[in-house]
């Protein structure tokens, strides 16, 4: 009964801890528009931004993480393979998306304007 007990307090600890404690972002996070796209199943706008554990798509681009994006506070550096519509090959970049808590993630490419807030898209 004790390990039962103690088993069921680990389970509601980890439950109540939630996503910040450990794992992968969950889901997509995106602008209005990046959102609007997620939900359609396309993209139709210059202005589409959307995030998730894997990459940043945005229209005509995007860069796939070497590692998963976790949803703790604070910024993260991660190495990126990023490929631009019309130009050939891929470059490696280093991309930083800071998460601002209730403010969103914003996301930092070499060369290109801060992304964001990006809001959760569910």
């Known amino acids: 009964m004790a390990r039962s007990a103690a088993l ?45 554990a894997g990459g940043i798509e945005a229209y005509g681009s995007g860069c796939r993480f070497a590692q998963q994006l976790t949803p703790v506070l604070g910024a993260q550096s991660l190495i990126s393979t990023c490929s631009v519509e019309g130009e050939a090959g891929t470059t490696t970049e280093t991309v930083v998306v800071t998460n601002k ?13 801060e992304m964001g807030p990006l809001q959760s898209c569910s």
């Open 8 to 52: 069921i307090s680990l389970v509601l600890a980890a439950s109540v801890a939630g996503p910040a404690a450990g794992g992968v972002l969950a889901g997509s996070w995106g602008n209005d528009v990046g959102c609007a796209g997620v939900k359609a199943g396309y993209q139709d706008s210059d202005a589409y931004i959307v995030l998730t």
């Open 101 to 113: 808590g209730e403010d969103g993630f914003f996301v930092t490419i070499p060369g290109l304007e």
